[in-house]
């Protein structure tokens, strides 16, 4: 038997693959997402869906008398080919006729780290430089208040996108460890909001006097009573988002669908569709499990939380794929920034009492990296493939059960 997975790796460094290669006398069991092998859009195909919006009016209409324009686009800690889906609003918003001079493109970082020309470039292709300003966000100044969610967070959202009268995201529907799903409303909260708001949105808080449930983290894929989605739902009408635009993404990242219009409806569509296409059935009693991390790379753990729970209650090893040449986001809220000290909410995950050994894979180390993870001994780095599996030929022989996640980032389980 041929035990040789392909990988995907470096979603914004020229898609490449990694070949896996495993003994032969393993049992090893790929553990795809359901939609992982669904064919790309064409532009044709994109451009179709962006006019025609749902829920409402066709933006060559719905823009039409407007004044001023921001485009909101997600980071490069998402692999939305955003370059694929400008050049089709742009064409609507010059239908409206709206000129060039009324549009800008913002940068949804919320308390990630600044993007550079290069990554802009990547994000929305050279032709969008040329002719639109294109900034970051700042979270910490420059922010305007807006009203609060009935959770309590006080909402403050960028002053630019604010004095806009016509604001479209562009993100992509992707399953997340805090909101269950990414999409629709994070492009505002936590994308282009204040710190003290992207604060209040992942501060832990009794949600419940009766059940006393504790919002920390909630889950991948977990949407249902989610106290987080439920303020980014609200900040889309406070903020006066007008037009959301998500991307369903496959196994290289490729556009398989878009969900456009008004953010709620679009959203809620575009949700239907990744709850199924992002489901992977869960793998179970394994004794290495391989957690690829590519659309979200550089937040690389994300990839851990459905790689734990495959491994068997009597103890095996995990190894974290993590080929990103940027290395970890800068996150000023949950990031490391020194052996001691980091983020007011500074994540630290803790291995399961079961895993053995946690391999972090990478031919870019970057050993601050593990700082995302508490330092129990049982980490190692290493950026050599052949020596990971020989270390775990060593261990398990000839036999071994071994799950392989290809894209552990954007996969969940039920």
Known sequence: MNNTIILPQLAWFGAKELKLTLPESWDVEVCNMAGYDRPHLNPDEIKA????????????????????????????????????????????????????????????????????????????????????????????????????????????????????????????????IMAGFGGGGKIMLPGVASYETILGLHSPQISSEKTGFRDTVTGMGIVADNPRRRDINEAVAIAGLDMKIDAIVNTWGETVAIYAGAPMPAFTAALEDAKVHYLTPSAKDKDIVFANSYAKVNEAISGLMVAFPSVKPQGGDVVLVANAPEGQITHYLMGPFGNEIGGKLRLQMAPPQNINRLIIYSEYPELSGKNYLQSTGKLAMMNDMNKVVATLRESYGTNARVAVYPNADIQYCQ
């Open 49 to 176: 869906s962006i006019a025609s919006p749902i829920g409402m009016a066709p933006l060559r209409e719905y823009a039409h008398g407007k004044k001023d324009v921001v485009i909101i686009f997600d980071d490069m800690s998402r692999v939305t080919r955003v370059a694929e889906i400008v050049p089709h609003v742009l064409e609507e918003l010059t239908a409206a006729g709206i000129e060039d001079g009324k549009i800008r493109f913002i940068a949804a970082c919320g308390c990630h780290g600044a993007m550079n020309r290069n990554d802009f470039a990547k994000k929305l292709g050279e032709d969008t430089l040329k002719r639109f300003p294109v900034y970051n966000h700042s979270p910490w100044e420059n922010c305007t208040y807006a009203g609060t969610t009935t959770r309590g967070t006080k909402l403050s959202f960028n002053a630019e996108v604010m004095k806009c009268d016509l604001k479209i995201g562009i993100g992509s529907v992707v399953p997340h």
